[in-house]
């Protein structure tokens, strides 16, 4: 299993400022994944972050938009750049410690830009 | 491409037993995952099936057909604090790789 520990919790921010949510794992783990999850719907995964690496990002999201940092095996970064109010999300970081087994899931940042 | 189906809302009676569908189209394959989620809080996981049967923890069931891309959740004994979203969720691939998530069954358990 993993303790996720992810800040802040929430914010409201101005339109065209950029919001740096943290996650930290309480043991050491190669993959970290930041999923956002939009009113109303389900998760979708924003990219894959591996230490040591740049992050993996899926359709529809870029790095200058969503910056990721991995600085080691147990903390990562995910930047909302430049922000809108159609990134008013629930942004969430997932871990998996073990393969093949269940991810575990970040508190959640409620974001809100207004 | 990847395409994870589920009804979009249920309600239920409590006490009563509830079964939520769901279907995967997926380029691979490797477990399907169950997660609950209450409004404002993260996901948690439920139940977890990478070979074709039933599992069973407690009041909550899962059953997988790989060859239908089919799964379902039953819920027994329903109770209010059941009443939350329900995910499905596949792993395509095997390792440390990302979960993709269906769209959610929003369950509302009534009295």
């Known amino acids: 299993s993993a303790v996720i520990s992810q800040k802040p919790s929430r914010d409201i921010c101005q339109r065209g400022t950029s919001l740096t949510i943290q996650c930290q794992v309480d043991?050491?783990?190669?993959?970290m994944f930041w999923y956002r999850q939009q009113p109303g719907q389900s998760l979708t995964l924003i990219a894959t972050?591996?230490?040591?690496?740049?992050?993996?990002?899926e359709s529809g999201f870029v790095i200058d938009k969503f910056p990721i940092s991995r600085p080691n095996l147990t903390f990562s970064t995910l930047t909302v750049s430049n922000m809108s109010p159609e990134d008013s999300s629930i942004y969430l970081c997932?871990?998996?410690?073990?393969?093949?087994?269940?991810?575990?899931f970040g508190q959640g940042t409620r974001l809100t830009v207004v | 491409g990847q395409n994870i189906d589920q009804p979009t809302e249920m309600t239920a009676t409590e006490g009563a037993i509830v079964q939520i569908n769901c279907t995967y189209q997926?380029?691979?394959?490797?477990?399907l995952f169950w997660y609950q989620q209450h409004a404002g809080e993260a996901p948690t996981f439920l139940s977890y099936n990478v070979l074709d049967g039933l599992e069973e923890k407690g009041r909550f069931s899962s059953f997988l057909s790989r060859s239908k891309g089919y799964s379902y959740l039953l819920l027994k004994e329903l109770q209010m604090k059941d009443s939350a979203s329900y995910l499905c969720?596949?792993?395509?691939?095997?390792?440390?790789?990302?979960?993709?998530f269906g769209k959610g069954t929003r369950l509302s358990v009534i009295a």
């Open positions: 043991s050491q783990v190669t993959m």
């Open positions: 997926t380029s691979g394959f490797n477990g």
């Open positions: 997932s871990v998996v410690t073990d393969p093949n087994t269940e991810a575990f």
């Open positions: 972050a591996n230490q040591g690496s740049e992050a993996t990002y």
């Open positions: 969720a596949v792993r395509s691939h095997s390792g440390n790789t990302p979960l993709v």
